[in-house]
C-alpha cells in the first residue's frame, strides 16, 4: 500500500510553509500530522482538518517510523494517529516519541474497537480517540474541544490549588457527554443558532440572531440563554439610553453541535 510522509509529500511541505490565508488571526494555527497508512484516508482526513480552524496539516506520514522521522521535522502540535500500522502498532509509537523528547498531541484516529487498545489509548494521554469510519462534524467536534482544552492550558497561570482544580475541572467537563435539551428545543434549531452565533463578528443580539436566522426573537433568545446555560456562550450587557440594557451573546468554545440530544433520547 501506498503511503507518504510529511517529508516527503510535496503538498505536505507546502502546507508547512505557505501561509494559511483562511487561519484566524485570533488564534495561533495548531500544527497537525495526519497518520495513516491508506493515502486516500489520509488525504481525507488532510481535507477535514484543514476545515477547521485554527488547525493546518503540516505533514502525511503512512507508517510508525515515517510518523517518528515527521514528528522530529515538522514538531506538530498535534497528531492523529491511525493504529494498525504496517511496521508498529500505532500506540508503541507514543513512546518512542516521548522518549525523544516530543510533546506533541495525540488523537487516536483508529478502527480499532477492543477494549485493550482503548485502554491502552488512555494510559498513554491521548486528548481523545475517533472510530473510523467518520463525517466531518465527528472529527471537527474532537479538534475544536481539543482547541478549546489546549488555549485553556496554556493560558493558565498557576498560583494556587484552585488554578490547578480549575484546569482540571475544565478537562473533565470537556470530556462529559453533551446535555440533554430542554423539552421544545430541536437539535436542528439549536445546530442553526449555534453555527451563527460561531460565525458572528464578536457579540450577537437575540434579535440580531433571528434576523440571520429566520427564526423568532422570543426562540432565538430561548437557545441563546441555552447555550449559556451549558457554557457555550458568554453573555454581556449593552446599555442604552433609555430601557433595559440588551443582552449580547459570543461563543465561548464549548462544544455542542451534533452531540446535542433531545431531552429523553438515549
Known amino acids: 500500500m501506498t503511503a507518504t510522509s510529511g517529508t516527503s509529500d510535496p503538498t505536505a511541505a507546502n502546507a508547512a510553509t505557505a501561509p494559511n490565508t483562511g487561519t484566524s488571526r485570533a488564534a495561533a494555527p495548531i500544527g497537525v500530522l495526519v ?27 503512512g507508517t510508525g517510523e515515517q510518523a517518528l522521522a515527521a514528528v522530529a521535522e515538522l514538531r506538530p502540535d498535534l497528531v492523529l494517529l491511525d493504529l494498525y500500522l504496517p511496521d508498529v502498532f500505532g500506540l508503541d509509537v ?46 471537527r467536534v474532537r479538534l475544536e474541544r481539543y482547541a478549546v482544552q489546549r488555549g485553556r492550558l496554556l493560558g493558565t497561570v498557576v498560583h494556587s490549588q484552585a488554578d490547578v482544580d480549575r484546569v482540571l475541572a475544565g478537562a473533565a467537563a470537556q470530556a462529559a457527554p453533551a446535555p440533554a ?3 421544545g428545543m430541536s437539535v436542528e434549531t439549536a445546530g442553526l443558532v449555534e453555527r451563527t452565533l460561531r460565525g458572528a463578528d ?19 433568545r ?11 456562550a458568554e453573555v454581556s450587557l449593552r446599555y442604552g439610553v433609555a430601557g433595559r440594557p440588551e443582552r449580547r451573546y459570543r461563543f ?4 455542542t453541535g451534533p452531540a446535542l440530544r433531545p431531552a429523553g433520547r438515549p
Not at 38 to 57: G, L, N, S
Not at 205 to 212: F, N, R, T, V
Open 94 to 139: 507514543i513512546p518512542r516519541l516521548r522518549a525523544a523528547g516530543h510533546d506533541c498531541d495525540v488523537m487516536v484516529i483508529s478502527a480499532a474497537r477492543e477494549a485493550d487498545a482503548v485502554r491502552g489509548a488512555v494510559r498513554h494521554g491521548v486528548v481523545d480517540y475517533l472510530l473510523k469510519p467518520f463525517e466531518f462534524e465527528d472529527l
Open 252 to 255: 465561548r468554545g464549548a462544544v
Open 181 to 183: 435539551l430542554p423539552k
Open 35 to 61: 497518520v495513516d497508512d491508506d493515502f486516500m484516508v489520509a488525504r481525507v482526513h488532510r481535507a477535514f482538518v484543514e476545515r477547521v480552524e485554527p488547525f493546518r496539516v503540516v505533514g502525511v506520514a
Open 202 to 220: 464578536g457579540t450577537l443580539s437575540a434579535s440580531e440572531c433571528a434576523a440571520l436566522t429566520g427564526i423568532s426573537r422570543v426562540s432565538a
Open 222 to 232: 430561548r437557545y441563546l440563554e441555552y447555550f449559556h446555560t451549558v457554557g457555550s
